[in-house]
């Protein structure tokens, strides 16, 4: 991934190196002057993107930000605070930070149209502040001076220029760290993020706090283009604008900003031009943005799938993974902690749990234990209560009776997010992997520090696809198959594993079971198996559970349970008549 970031930020310097410089010497001062103001537009726009596509939150305050910035360079300046203008701007960012973590609470608990009037509420009332001031120095005629470097327009065209691209590559950094793969888990999946030990509360503010800060960035960028502003720069309508555009060209990625500044900076002027109505752009923008929800895909993300295409570089990932492979593995990935000694107490131990929806009982009572450095599976008929047991286990269902304690620790009153940074961690039935993040970014996510050779290992272990492939391109099958990789690859205490096997041939499952009977030898992680299919169950666990209407039935080696007529009736509906079992004999 360190490879991916500088790929990404040295595309970024150079397209800003090459397109600066065109812009420079080849355009005339009035369109220099709009080529300016399209990247202060696409610095806003950046950070709409990060909190909105990235993270998927609607936020419709982001230009409210962008006023707390423009306002506070604008103070500064009448209070002659040294260190000029570029020192304002950072202050004018920091400024605004405190107001993006405030709107950003309310995301903790709220979500889609109600977040939205959340920050819509924000937006309108601080238009409402702003109209009744008028920005510091415009009564007394004091504009916004610029250092002597960057005084005239080409020079501050270069200033906007270098402060947009510092932008563009840090987010290209920081977006392939964890808390950068995080953010996009959240927009997929808040409980998938949870149960890869992510605090969505903390990664959610973090995104509104950076967000608020480059927009108060670009409002300080603002304040030093124009000298003096008033409040109509930064109304509630530019707000929504911003986050129709944002949506419509896809802003989370440093093209789209562009775009999208392109859009909102020149579609005016063309309009003005052509002596049409301004009002016309807002009517576009709105549509271009219900288009790309339709359809899925913003303007930029379509411009990428389109490059790889033309670049043929989709199948360079799986031969990627193949020469992994073929290069020679060790026995097992670099680094396993070694497996316990099988002494002392169990890792997983589950007493009296019993959860009910009202009237309805989904488990009684449920007894179950996971040895250490062993594979244990929990099998059952649909509806027996397995799903519910592994949200309850894992923090995902709060009400319970009973007790779950990881090694000998009582896991009462923890929070899912923490269970996990203690080593309880879990797969589930449908994957959840977003489909933005590569194959390396979700191992990185799920398993936090993990180097790259060692991420190739386990990637090759289980013939899962090499780093790069966009998980987009990943089959379902194969998707199953990361849950595992990544849950494993974080070497927790304890794996729950939810039908890993969905969406595999016989042979495949077969190799599983293999890979799934090697975890405790490998990570020094005790497996629970949660599993429809017999053969894997009998291939890969030493001992098994058998639910059936919220209670445990049998317990005990596969074999023997497996032929206890208890589970051929829960499983059959009716025991076999071999035996003389009781149950066939009542029945006739």
Known sequence: MKRASRRAALTILAACALGGGAAVGLLPSYWLFLATGVLITAVALLSLGLVAGRTGMIALCQMSFAGVGA?????????????????????????????????????????????????????????????????????????????????????????????????????????????????????????????????????????????????????????????????????????????????????????????????ITLFPELLRRLDLAQDIGNVIFAIGAVQALAAGEAIAESLRRLGRRLRGGASAAPAAAAAVRDGGLPASPAGPRPPPDGAGPPVLAIRGLSVRYGAVVALDGVDLSVP?????????????????????????????????????????????????????????????????????????????????????RILAWLDCPAAEMPVAQVDAGTRRLLDVAGVV??????????????????????????????IPALFGSSVLLVEHDMDLVRAACAQVTVLDFGRV????????????????????????????????????
């Open 71 to 263: 306002w506070t360079v604008g103070y500064m300046n009448i209070w002659q605070v040294p260190g000029g203008l570029l020192l304002w701007i950072l202050i004018g960012g920091l400024a605004a930070v405190p107001l993006g973590i405030a709107i950003g609470l309310p995301a903790l608990r709220l979500r889609g149209i109600n977040l939205a009037i959340v920050t819509l509420s924000f937006a309108a009332a601080f238009d409402t502040v702003l109209a009744t001031i008028t920005f510091p120095g415009q009564t007394s005629f004091q504009s916004v001076p610029r250092p002597a470097l960057i005084d005239s327009d080409p020079g501050y065209f270069l200033f906007v220029l270098a402060a947009y691209a510092l932008v563009a590559v840090g987010l290209a950094f920081l977006t392939r760290t964890r808390l950068g793969a995080a953010w996009l888990a959240i927009r997929h999946s808040e409980r998938a993020a949870a149960a890869h030990g992510v605090s969505v509360p903390m990664a959610k503010l973090s995104a509104f706090g950076i967000s608020a800060f480059i927009a108060g960035i670009s409002g300080g960028l603002l304040a030093g283009f124009l000298g003096t502003l008033v409040s109509e720069n930064f109304s509630l309508m530019q707000s929504l604008v911003l986050y129709a555009v944002a949506t419509m060209a896809g802003a989370h990625l440093a093209e789209g900003a562009i775009i999208g500044g392109i859009l």
């Open 372 to 456: 250490q450095a062993a594979v244990v599976g929990l099998i059952g008929p649909n509806g027996a209560g397995k799903s519910t047991f592994i949200d309850a286990v894992t923090g995902f269902l709060e009400t319970y009776e009973g007790e779950v304690a990881l090694e000998n620790r009582p896991l009462e009153g923890v929070a899912a997010h923490r269970r996990a940074q203690r080593g309880v961690r879990r797969s589930w039935q449908t994957t959840r992997i977003a489909p933005e993040l590569t194959v390396g970014d979700y191992l990185t996510l799920a398993a936090g520090g993990l180097d790259e050779a060692e991420r190739d």
């Open 489 to 518: 690859a974080a070497r927790p205490a304890v794996a729950l594993l939810d039908e890993p096997a969905a969406g595999q041939s016989y042979d495949q499952t077969l190799r599983l079971a293999a890979r799934i009977a090697e």
């Open 553 to 588: 039935i049998a317990a005990g080696p596969p074999a023997e349970v497996l032929e206890d007529p208890a589970v051929k009736t829960a499983y059959l509906g009716v025991a076999e008549p071999a035996g003389g079992h009781a149950a066939a004999e009542a029945a006739s």
